[in-house]
């Protein structure tokens, strides 16, 4: 499985090669963490490789006043210690802040000297009055953001205007139906980039290239020969600064609900017509709505939620979730979760998909295991297989990304032993390049128009209509999460979801 080539199929004929047209970025949240962490690095990573057009613009904009060059001073530092490039190209950086502003909006005159910045751009700059508008503030400020693009007019009234709108979309099917009305009275739905950050990432994309541009797979990707589906997303940190949101959300707002049920979406999805945004949705879609919905008399053998208390990751000690800052003493948040789903459809019916999240767990990965049936014949004694596991591919999404095909091998000894082995496929060290960062593919595609890789409003829906009623039984619970101890794989009670079926999660 190792390949030898330096080409990146990802990036050299499945996706579209066009530059985008000249434009107009706008960051509301401009001054945030995340334009500070993620999206001006990525900017800035995308000029260093030519890869916006030559008549481009930045606008950030925020409550709080900035100047230009303010912006720029405090976003070059940002840059300086976040890009993936290292050090920062002085020269780029230059050019690069020459076409970056920042506009405060605390209010309407504030959106009306947007507008009139913006036109202004237009015309000193050549941006064709095309506009990327970019929600990067806290999502409670959304919908407000929206209507004042529609009343103060900063589409431009020539050129095309789409709007990418971070995580969390909604926090139920409820508010996230209401909050696409309101962007629908401003934008068409297909101009609507609803960022969920791990399509972007080249391993979730090499899930599609995996099994439809191969032949090999697909034969064997149905319930006939998969026993069942792993889906793990374990995080070594905490909470973090994140407390605020976090105590809203948890895991399963902040994970299950997007990123755990696209990596299955991909994973389950029947073969699309076309790679394009309408057929890839249309099938993901499809398994979302064939995802059965978890009764509440099912709920306790389907789903568990835990919550960390103290204990150690790398040999520190660190609090429990109850103890870090700005959390409840008695929060009920869920810091872990783990589900047993099925797709109810031809090709999956029966085949569980186990899925699991959690914070402060002993290691940082992300990843698909698709384990396969035994031999149907036991040829070897039961002492030679003792060292047999089960066929498994795995699709590592981070970090060290890559697939590993586990089978069982003879052990050079005199007489059969068997084994399991891996044979591995390394992404970076066959083609030898630093992978983009997510949201440099991400922010080049929504300046192309290519939406592949954003949900689109029924996806969402489904997403919301899946995790909804579980979230509503465990708050109407008496019961509070499982504990578990930070470092450990979570509470017992989630090994015995899946033990309960005879089969136990992977050793990630
Ligand atoms: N940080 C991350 O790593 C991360 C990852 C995934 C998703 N997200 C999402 O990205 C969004 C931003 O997160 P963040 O961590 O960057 O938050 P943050 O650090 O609190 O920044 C929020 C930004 O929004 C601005 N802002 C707030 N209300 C505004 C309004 N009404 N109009 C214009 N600007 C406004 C703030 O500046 P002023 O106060 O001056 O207005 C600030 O620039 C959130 O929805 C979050 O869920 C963040």
């Known amino acids: 499985m190792v390949a030898t080539t330096i080409v990146n199929p990802l ?44 008549s481009f613009s930045i606008v950030g904009s925020a409550r709080q006043p900035l100047t230009d060059d303010q912006y720029r001073a405090e976003l070059h530092d940002a840059v300086g210690e976040h890009s993936r490039t290292k050090p920062l190209n002085e020269e780029v950086w230059k050019t690069f802040a020459e076409h970056l502003f920042f506009v405060p909006t605390p209010d309407d005159h504030g959106y009306d000297a947007l507008r009139e910045r913006l036109d202004h751009l237009d015309v ?27 009343v103060h007019g900063l589409r431009g ?30 934008f068409r739905e297909d101009e ?19 099994r439809f541009a191969n032949g090999i797979f697909e034969p064997i990707w149905n319930r006939q020969y998969v026993d069942h589906v792993q889906i793990t997303a374990a995080e070594t940190i905490g909470v973090e600064e ?3 949101y976090y105590e809203q959300a948890g895991a399963m707002r902040d994970i299950v609900q997007n990123h755990l049920l696209q990596l299955l979406a991909l994973v389950a999805m029947e073969p699309p017509a076309a790679f394009d945004d309408k057929a890839v949705r249309d099938e993901k879609v499809k398994v979302l709505r064939a995802l059965r919905a978890i009764r509440a008399e099912d709920l306790p053998d389907h789903a568990v939620r835990g919550q960390y208390t103290h204990g150690f990751i790398e040999g520190v000690a660190v609090p429990g979730y109850r103890e870090e800052p700005g959390i409840a003493k008695d929060s009920r948040t869920e810091t872990y979760v783990a589900l047993k789903g099925f797709v109810d459809n031809w090709r999956w019916e029966g085949t569980p998909f186990y899925m699991r999240t959690g914070k402060r767990l002993p290691k940082r990965t992300t990843e698909i295991a698709i384990q396969f049936r035994v031999a149907p014949h036991q040829l070897f004694s039961r ?23 586990k089978f069982g091998a003879k052990v050079p000894v005199q007489g059969i032993r068997i084994r399991s082995v891996n044979m591995d496929f390394d992404y970076g060290a066959s083609f030898m390049v630093d992978a ?59 090994d015995a979801l899946i033990e309960q079926d005879g089969r136990e999660w992977r050793k990630a």
Do not use: C
């Open 11 to 54: 990036r050299e004929g499945l996706r579209l090669a066009r530059t985008p047209e000249p434009s107009t970025i706008v960051i509301f949240g401009g001054s945030g963490d995340l334009t500070q962490r993620k999206l001006m690095p990525a900017l800035y990573n995308l000029a260093l490789q030519r890869l916006l057009p030559g």
């Open 192 to 210: 609507v980039f609803r960022i969920d950050h791990y399509l972007g990432k080249e391993t979730v994309q090499n899930i599609l290239v995996m």
């Open 436 to 494: 983009p960062d997510a949201y440099e593919t991400l922010i080049l595609d929504a300046l192309r128009g290519d939406a592949t890789l954003f949900t689109r409003r029924d996806e969402v829906d489904q997403q919301w209509a899946f995790v909804d009623p579980i979230i509503a039984a465990w708050a109407a619970s008496p019961e509070p999460p499982y504990f578990y101890e930070a470092g450990s794989w979570g509470p017992p009670e989630a």
């Open 242 to 244: 994140r407390a605020g």
């Open 124 to 150: 000193e700059l050549g941006t064709n009055a095309n506009r990327l508008f970019y929600l990067a503030t806290p999502p409670g400020s959304y919908a407000a953001i929206v209507k004042a693009i529609g």
């Open 157 to 186: 009234r020539t050129g095309w205007a789409r709007i990418v709108v971070e995580k969390p979309f909604g926090r139920d099917r409820q508010s996230a139906r209401e909050l696409t009305e309101t962007i629908h009275q401003v």
């Open 383 to 405: 002492e030679a297989s003792a060292g047999l596991d089960p066929n498994a591919l795995v699709l590592r999404i981070q970090p060290d990304e890559g697939v590993s095909l």
